[in-house]
């Protein structure tokens, strides 16, 4: 199988990134999966009923991130 790798990074206000992140977890809870679209190209990536959920968050001098993983 080939790999694909689609990656998004976008600078968004905290609702427009809260908007997003409800859509994903709307499609989650849909037993559909999740759609990525990217440059003309869409996947969706079907989740089994239960994941690996992994949540992070780093601190380091003026930068922020957190991060959620779902694996399989």
Do not use: C, Y
């Not at 908007?19 to 809870?29: K, M, N, S, V």
């Not at 679209?37 to 996947?43: A, I, K, P, Q, S």
């Amino acid at each position: 199988m080939d790999i694909v790798k689609i990656e998004k990074k976008q600078t968004l206000s905290r609702e427009e990134a809260a908007h997003q992140l409800r859509a994903i977890a709307d499609e989650l809870a849909s037993g559909n999966g999740i759609l990525m679209e990217r440059d003309g190209l869409r996947v969706t990536v079907n989740l089994p009923d239960e994941v690996t959920m992994e949540v992070e968050v780093e601190i380091e001098h003026d930068e922020r991130e957190f991060e959620i993983t779902l694996s399989w």
